[in-house]
Each structure stands twice: as structure tokens, then as C-alpha cells.
């Protein structure tokens, strides 16, 4: 379903529980990244969004988890800068 909008309640570091709404996910040489904007930003005309990639914890679950390697973060990063300025038209 393209419209139906995905939420995700995320734990930061310090234990406060944050829900997110994903933007954008994107598949690069098997690994799968999210871009997501905190939920109290929708409908804002510019906001900053943050990159989670999927791992697979000790017991096989699916986790997200930030992206350390800045390398990694800028090629991602840049991936989803593309993807997002493809999706706004300039003539509306």
C-alpha cells in the first residue's frame, strides 16, 4: 500500500522513547538503511532526518541501529539526499 504511512517507537540512549515515521528505505550490497523523521516534525517543510541500518542481533532478531562508520553514513547519506530531492518538483 503506497500511501499508508509507517511508524516506528524508537529507545535513544538514554532510555526516552521517541516515534519516528519512515521516509525512505534503500538496499545497498545487502544491507538495508531507514530514513526516518521524529512524528512531531510531519508536515514541517524542511527537517533534518536520521539513517538506521537492520541487524541482526545474537538471536536473529531484526534490530535498527545507528550507522558508526562515517564513510558508510556519508555514501548512504548521499544516497537518500538523491533519492529525496528526485522526489520534489520544482514547478509546483
Known amino acids: 500500500m ?3 504511512r509507517e511508524f516506528f517507537t524508537l529507545t535513544d540512549e538514554d532510555g526516552n522513547e521517541i516515534e519516528f515515521e519512515l521516509i525512505g528505505t534503500v538496499e545497498v550490497e545487502g ?3 531507514h ?3 521524529p512524528a512531531d516534525q510531519q508536515g514541517e517543510e524542511f527537517y ?3 539513517i538506521l541500518k537492520t541487524e541482526e542481533d545474537e538471536d536473529g532478531e531484526e534490530m535498527l ?3 558508526d562508520d562515517d ?3 556519508d555514501k548512504i547519506a548521499d544516497i537518500f539526499d538523491d ?3 528526485e ?3 520544482l514547478d509546483q
Open 2 to 4: 503506497e500511501n499508508e
Open 71 to 73: 564513510a558508510e553514513f
Open 48 to 50: 533534518e532526518y536520521v
Open 65 to 67: 541501529v545507528t550507522i
Open 87 to 89: 522526489e520534489i518538483d
Open 31 to 33: 544491507v538495508t538503511y
Open 35 to 37: 530514513a526516518m523523521i
Open 83 to 85: 533519492m529525496f530531492s
